[in-house]
């Protein structure tokens, strides 16, 4: 049984680690072809479901969705990997997003189960929506069209695919990846059920061009919606550390086999190097070969430990998630 530590008896770090926006920055030729095309074929488009992490509800959802795609069609937000997140705070994160951006339709998912309740009401809200909107150049149409967006690596592939084996028992037919930028154009429609006839349209990850806030970028990298290599997988430990710190979750002290938490990243990375025997060999100006730790590789076990759940579930928007004495207080003023 893992021990218990007082927080409060730490000093831990106020502020979270600085990384230069510039590492922050992926907005690579497929990203802007594929907003271009998706904002082509809207007209095509009865539905459009956003997808994005559940760990991350309010932060890192790019706004070029919201003025371009989502506006004049019917919008389903689905935050999936709900598996990683706090089940319980579920409720008030969907009545937030309701009451501050104005999103009316929010679903929970994993993805990964064929028996989520969230992918069992996707489909019969789809039909429902589309029903009840105005069509108009499809109004005639007696198939549905769905489009499929989000940021990089939400899980927009392994939606499609887990709807389409659910309700037509075909196996995969998309290519899945733990990694950002799998999917890197807008592909042919996929058929994900017979009656009625739902098509989806998969689409590549879009980020805005630029990360202008360090902290949302940060909590993009550790969710894999950016690529680890290009932020530096030890600055993304790092963050994860001053978070899990900040929030007096403590598993990755026995996760890498420290006596008591602690707030340098490379002790933490080191005492990893130690526990999971992870080494390697570097060479001296005078030709010695030497092991020393390899605190590269140790990061990327914790990032994963954490993506898996290892370090337990997460929201890490909990700072932005309103209180209900903040919302009397507002009230009362």
């Not at 879009?206 to 990360?211: A, C, N, T, Y």
């Amino acid at each position: 049984m893992a021990a218990k530590f007082d927080a409060a008896a730490y000093n831990f770090r106020k502020q979270c680690p600085y990384v230069s926006k510039n590492l922050l920055r992926w907005f690579p030729g497929h990203m802007n072809k594929g907003l271009k095309q998706m904002q082509r074929k809207l007209n095509s488009v009865d539905c459009v479901i956003e997808v994005h992490d559940a760990r991350i509800p309010f932060t890192g959802r790019n706004p070029i969705f919201t003025k371009t795609l989502t506006g004049a069609k019917p919008h389903i937000l689905v935050l999936n990997k709900k598996d990683l997140t706090i089940q319980s705070l579920m409720p008030k994160v969907s009545d937030q997003l309701k009451a501050e951006q104005n999103v009316e339709n929010v679903v929970y998912t994993n993805s990964k189960d064929q028996h989520c309740k969230g992918l069992k009401i996707l489909k019969p809200l789809m039909v429902d929506l589309i029903k009840n909107s105005n069509r108009y150049n499809r109004s005639e149409e007696k198939d549905y069209n769905v489009m499929i967006i989000g940021v990089p690596n939400v899980g927009k592939s392994s939606l499609i695919n887990m709807l389409r084996s659910t309700n037509m028992g075909i196996g995969h037919a998309l290519p899945v990846g733990a990694i950002a930028g799998v999917t890197r154009s807008l592909m042919t429609k996929m058929r994900i059920n017979n009656n009625p006839e739902i098509f989806m349209f998969d689409t590549p990850g879009i980020l805005e061009p630029s990360v202008t806030d360090m902290e949302m970028g940060l909590k993009l990298a550790l969710c894999a919606s950016l690529q680890d290599h290009l932020v530096g997988e030890e600055a993304i430990a790092d963050y994860l550390l001053y978070w899990l710190n900040s929030h007096g979750k403590f598993k990755y002290v026995d996760y890498v086999g420290l006596e008591e938490p602690c707030d340098d990243i490379n002790k933490v990375l080191i005492a990893g190097a130690v526990k999971f025997n992870r080494v390697r060999k570097t060479r001296d100006f005078d030709g010695t070969v030497r092991e020393v730790p390899d605190l590269t590789e140790v990061a990327r076990t914790l990032i994963k430990a954490f993506r898996t759940g290892e370090l337990g579930r997460t929201l890490l928007d909990i700072d932005l998630l309103r209180r209900p004495e903040m919302q009397k207080k507002e009230l009362l003023a």
